[in-house]
């Protein structure tokens, strides 16, 4: 699978441990940075261009850091076709791929450690959308919802 990867200063060693695991599994990984810790760098100059990446194919998925993970899901979901969540538990990681094709992972590098990291990206990529009539006419209303913009 094609991921992209971004973080803030505080996902930075976790965004670089989770590109390591993803590139040992076969993944091919894009990493938007930030690619040097730098404590006043600003979580949308990274998870922006991730999302604008997720948004038009050019990854299937991406997964961004931020310390609480709460930026960089508010920064995500500003792009058009991006459905990002905060993620902190196995359920979610996968159902909310499953139930609403969540297509970019937002962690909390200050909040999660990493092998609880590495299992919940794990979930999220594993997990397929499950395009049920019911889950296919709650995203209509999304995408209606973007369409406003």
Not at 103 to 124: I, P, S, T
């Amino acid at each position: 699978m094609r991921l992209g990867v971004a973080a803030d200063h505080g996902g930075f060693e976790l965004k670089n441990r989770l590109v390591s695991d993803l590139k040992g599994m076969g993944h091919e990984v894009m990493d938007f940075g930030a690619l040097e810790l730098d404590s006043l760098d600003d979580y949308p100059d990274f998870v922006v261009p991730l999302a604008l990446a997720v948004s038009s194919g050019e990854v299937e998925r991406g997964v961004a850091v931020c310390g609480s993970g709460v930026g960089a899901c508010i920064a995500a979901n500003k792009v058009q076709g991006v459905r990002a969540g905060l993620i902190i538990d196995m359920f979610s990681a996968h159902q909310g791929v499953e139930d609403d094709d969540m297509n970019l992972m937002c962690l909390g590098g200050r909040v999660v450690g990493y092998e609880l990291a590495k299992d919940l990206v794990h979930q999220f990529l594993d997990a397929r959308f499950k395009g049920d009539q019911r889950f296919r006419r709650r995203l209509e209303k999304v995408n209606r919802l973007e369409s406003r913009r």
